[in-house]
């Protein structure tokens, strides 16, 4: 493992234990009854504030649930792909590594979705359908962050650099709208989207890391 893979491990065992400190801090810090039907919320001040500031805002609810659709069309493309490789290569070894530890992100942020649903952080600032629901961390921002920005990684690997020049600040447009827009849309505290912006920045450098190894290994082949 080459310098430049270990400080990346590096950054990505420091965010994954920020976004763990981050998580439980917001169990504990400030915890008041200020959501709906008296449920408690951590950073009790800090989330009240902005949401009394920023309110609630339909069209930005559905703006970014359109976004939502565009990164799980992303995510389907690359899945394309690993079939595909899969298919004609008739051996999952023989599948891209890339595209491999791309699955194999979808599966952590998949598990990651399921546990904070089961094992609620904080509910939302509004009832959407019928009680309470499990709004930490922002799942919208988890869901564009990781699959858009791991994408992002993948397209300087294979890109030209002329499609590259559009394709790169489309998909930063992409995450930056989802997160802002999120925010706005008022269906989530303040912290859960930042708790979702850290946890997503863990997955990617995690993403990003693997893909320097495995460039690494290629590397040392050819030698």
């Known amino acids: 493992m080459n310098e430049k893979t ?3 491990l590096f950054t990505t065992c420091a965010l994954a234990v920020s976004a763990l400190i981050y998580t439980v801090m917001i169990k504990l810090v400030d915890v008041q009854p200020i959501g709906p039907e008296g449920s408690s919320v951590g950073f009790a001040a800090l989330n009240g504030f902005f949401f ?7 069209f930005f609810y559905y703006l970014t649930e359109f976004f939502g659709i565009i990164a799980i069309l992303i995510a389907l493309l690359f899945a394309a792909v690993g079939a595909y490789q899969l298919y004609t290569r008739k051996n999952l070894l023989k599948v891209d590594k890339n595209v491999l530890a791309m699955g194999g ?5 998949i598990v990651l979705y399921v546990l904070f ?4 952080v904080n509910y939302r600032p509004v009832i959407l359908d019928e009680g ?9 921002t988890m ?3 990781c699959i858009i920005g791991c994408a992002l990684i993948e397209f300087r690997q294979v890109l030209k650099k002329s499609v590259l020049k559009i394709a790169e600040p489309v998909c930063i447009a992409l995450i930056a709208c989802t997160v802002i827009g999120r ?3 008022g269906v989530h505290w303040f912290t859960d989207i930042m708790g979702g912006a850290l946890i997503s920045a863990a997955i990617i450098s995690l993403y990003y890391t693997v893909v320097l190894y495995f460039k690494q290994k290629k590397q040392r082949r050819k030698v």
Do not use: A, F, Q, R
Request: aromatic residues 6%; glycine residues 2%.
């Open 6 to 8: 270990k400080k990346s």
């Open 52 to 58: 009394n500031l920023i309110g609630t805002h339909k």
């Open 105 to 109: 992100i979808y599966i952590l942020v």
């Open 117 to 120: 649903d089961k094992i609620p």
């Open 132 to 140: 309470l629901e499990s709004s930490y961390p922002s799942t919208h």
């Open 143 to 145: 869901l564009s962050m």
């Open 183 to 185: 925010l706005l849309s």
